[in-house]
C-alpha cells in the first residue's frame, strides 16, 4: 500500500548544496517538541530554523561567507549530536546548538572541502583528490587518490574508525590509516555514501550507496572479501542519486530508505524479508534535492521527511493531513489561523510587487541617463550542470539548473550529435540552419522554456571518433537579460566508460607507442581522448585503466608509463582513433613517436557478432513501425482483426510501445550503420588497402542484412 504524503513549502535560502541540510536531535522532552533544522547554502549563510503552525522562522543566521559544501553534526561521544559543522573553502567551523560559534580550523588543504564527517574527536574531510583525518584536529592520516572523490563515509570499529571513499572511476576504497585494505567496484560512480540505519546495520558493517546515473546498492565491507549484498538497477530512467537518510516513515519498527534525486524525485522505500527495498512511495518536485532526513519539524504528532532542494526551498512531505474534507459537494474548510496567514501573504505580496515596480522603473531611468556614474549592472545566478553519460542508451544526458525560471537555452555543437527527447522536458524545441563548411556549426537548438520551469534536460547522441565540444547559451527570466555560457567536451572515445572487469578470451588488437614522453604528457592525450579520466596524473609509475563501449560493449584496455604506451581492443575502430588522436597530440608537442601494431583477423569477425543482436532489433523494430499505420486502418475496416497473424496482432496491441522506443532512438540503425562501415573502412586501412570506393556495396548489403552475407562481404574484399 503506497504512502499519502503531503507536501508543505516552509522557507526558502539561497541556493544549496549536497549535504547541507540537518535536523537538530529531539531535545530532553522527547515527546511532545519538535526538531530544529540547520542548513547553510551557497552564499555563505548557515541557518537554524523553527516551525510553529507550520510556519518557519530563523532563529540564527550567520553573516555570507564562501560557499558551504558540506554541513555535518557531531558531539562528544554519548551526548546528543546537537553542534553544527560546517565546510567553507579549506576551513571547519563549528557552532553549538544556539549558534555560538566555537571553533575555526583551517585545513591547509590546496583544495576545497567536498566532503565531511565528524565522529566524536575524529573530523574526516577531503577534496577533489586529497583526503585527510584529523584527531582532536591534529592531523593523523593523509591519502592521495588516483580519482576524483565524490564522498566518504565512516565505520566505527572500536576506537578505530575505518574510511570508505567514493571515487568516480566506479570504486568504493577501503582506508584503515594511510592504506587501502580493499576495493569494491559498483555499478555506477558513486556520488553519496551512508552506514545502513545510521551505524551500519545489524552487524554493523553494511555501506549503502547512490550513484549518478541513478542506481542503489549495499555492500557489506567487513568480511573478509566484500560482498555486494543488494543492488537496484534505475529502470525507470529517473535522476541520479544526491542524497538519502533512513527513518521509519511506516511506523513498523524497520528503517525506511528515504532517496532524493537531481531530477526532483523523492523516493521512499520499504526493507521485504529478504532486506532487499522495494518502492513504498515517491513524490516529484521540479528541482533538484540536495539534502533530505526524517523527523518530526511542524507538528510532534506526525513523522516528516524533509527536503532541501538546490533553489534553497525548504519542504516537508508529510503524514498530516493538511485539508479537511466536508463532503463530496463542499470546498475543504479553512480554519481561522490559515484564513490570516492567506491575507497576511497576499498583503506582503501585493507591497512587494509595488516596490519591485517602483525599483525597476528607477533603475530603467539610471541606464538611460547618459552620467558615466550609472553603469547597468550584470544579474549574477548560479548554474547547476551535469553532462554524464548513460550506459543504458549509450547516450548523454545534459541537465541545466538554475535558482530563478529559465527562459531560453541554446545548444551550439562544433561536432555532429542527435538531440533525443526527454519525457520531463516540456521546453519547445527549434533548429537553426547550419553550414559546417562556412561556420563550422553542426548543431544550433534553442530550448523555449515555459514559466517557472527551473531545470531542464536535454538527451545527447554523439559519434565515436567525431571530438568537439558543446556550447550552452543559458538565458534565465531576470532584468536586465543576462546570459552565462557552459562548455561539455565530447571526446573522441566519447561513448566508453571506466571499467574494471576485463575478458581475456576475446581476441584483441594492440596499439604499441614509444618515444621521448613523459607519463604526465600521455596520461594528458588520453584524458582528451577519453571520458572519466582523471585530469590529475597520478603518482604511479604506471597507469593501468579499463573501459567498455556502452554501445557496443567492446573492451578497451590502456596500460602507459614514462616513454611506452599499449593499448589493447577488439574493436578496430577504437585502435585507429586511437592512433590519429595520439599522433596528432604528440605531433603538436613535436615529439616524434615509433608506432606499431597487431591486428587479429578474429577480432572483426568479433565485433560484427556483437553488433548482430543490435542490427537484427533495430530492423526489426523499424519493420514493426512501418506496418503500425496499415494495421490500424485495417482494423478500422474490420471488426475482428484474429485472422491476422500472432505477430501482427502484438504489433496492434503495442503499436504506442514500439512506436516511442522508436521516437526514442530515431537515428539508433543510422549509428550501427556507420559503426559497421567505419570497421570495414579501418580494418583495411591499417592494411594499407583504401575500400571507400566499395562502402555503396556494404550498405546494399546492409539494407538487406544477414550477418553471414557482411562476414562473407568483409573477407571478399580482401
Known sequence: MELNLNRCDYFQVGSTSQKTMRLFPFGSKEKGTQQKIAIGDNNGVLQFLSVRKREASSIFKTISGAKIS????????????????????????????????????????????????????????????????????????????????????????????????????RVLKFLKGCDILFEVEVPGPPAVLGLK???????????????????????????????????????????????????????????????????????LYSFNESDVPALRSSHSFSESVTSIQGGSV??????????ATYAGWIVGLSTEQLSKSMGNTQQP??????????????????????????????????????????????????????????????????????????????????TPVDLGDVERTSAVISYSECSPETDGNFLVATYRCQANTTRLEVKIRSIEGQAGSIQAYIMPSVKPKTCLVRQYPIRPLSLHQRSHTWDESRPMN??????????????????HCLPEVAERTPSSEQVDMTFVSTFLDTQLECKYSKGEAVFRSENISTISILKDVLSKKATERKIQLDISYDLNDESVRSTLRLLHPKMEYQLLLAKKVQLID??????????????????????????????AEFKRQPCHLERLYGMITDLFIDTFKFRGHNVKGKVPQLLHVLDQYDLERVLHFFEAAE
Open 70 to 169: 558540506r554541513l555535518d553534526l557531531g558531539g562528544p561521544p554519548g551526548s546528543p549530536l546537537d553542534r553544527v559543522f560546517i565546510a567553507q573553502g579549506s576551513e571547519v567551523k563549528a557552532f553549538n546548538k544556539k549558534g555560538k560559534g566555537f571553533l575555526t580550523f583551517d585545513t591547509s588543504m590546496t583544495e576545497s572541502i567536498k566532503a565531511m564527517c565528524v565522529h566524536g574527536q575524529d573530523l574526516l574531510i577531503s577534496g577533489s583528490y586529497v583526503y585527510n583525518h584529523y584527531v582532536d584536529l591534529k592531523d593523523t592520516d593523509y591519502f592521495l587518490c588516483s580519482d576524483q572523490i565524490n564522498d566518504l563515509a565512516v565505520l566505527a570499529q572500536g576506537k578505530e574508525v575505518a574510511v570508505i571513499l567514493g571515487c568516480q572511476d
Open 197 to 267: 540505519n545510521h551505524d551500519g546495520g545489524e552487524e554493523h558493517d553494511e555501506i549503502v550507496y547512490g550513484t549518478t546515473d541513478g542506481k542503489l546498492g549495499a555492500v557489506k565491507i567487513l568480511s573478509k572479501y566484500p560482498t555486494h549484498k543488494w543492488e537496484m538497477a534505475n529502470g525507470k530512467r529517473v535522476g541520479g542519486v544526491l542524497c538519502f537518510d533512513f527513518f521509519d516513515m511506516t511506523r513498523d519498527g524497520v528503517p525506511n530508505l528515504v532517496v532524493g534525486r537531481d531530477d526532483g524525485c523523492v523516493e
Open 298 to 307: 511542524a507538528s510532534p504528532q506526525y513523522d516528516e521527511l524533509v527536503a
Open 333 to 414: 474548510s479553512i480554519d481561522h489561523d490559515t484564513q490570516s496567514k492567506i491575507v497576511h501573504l497576499r498583503k506582503e505580496m501585493s507591497e512587494l510587487q509595488e516596490k519591485v515596480l517602483l525599483e525597476r522603473d528607477k533603475y530603467q531611468n539610471l541606464t538611460k541617463s547618459r552620467d558615466d556614474k550609472h553603469v547597468s549592472a550584470v544579474p549574477t545566478f548560479n548554474v547547476n550542470d551535469k553532462f554524464q553519460l548513460s550506459r543504458d542508451d549509450a547516450s548523454y544526458t545534459l541537465s541545466i539548473e538554475v535558482q530563478a525560471s529559465i527562459d531560453i537555452v541554446l545548444l551550439q555543437s562544433d
Open 510 to 527: 594492440s596499439l604499441r607507442l614509444s618515444g621521448q614522453f613523459s607519463l604526465a604528457e600521455m596520461h594528458s592525450w588520453v584524458f
Open 630 to 659: 496499415a494495421l490500424k486502418e485495417l482494423r478500422a475496416h474490420e471488426e475482428d482483426v484474429a485472422f491476422l497473424t500472432p505477430e501482427y496482432r502484438d504489433i496492434l496491441d503495442n503499436a504506442d510501445k514500439y512506436a
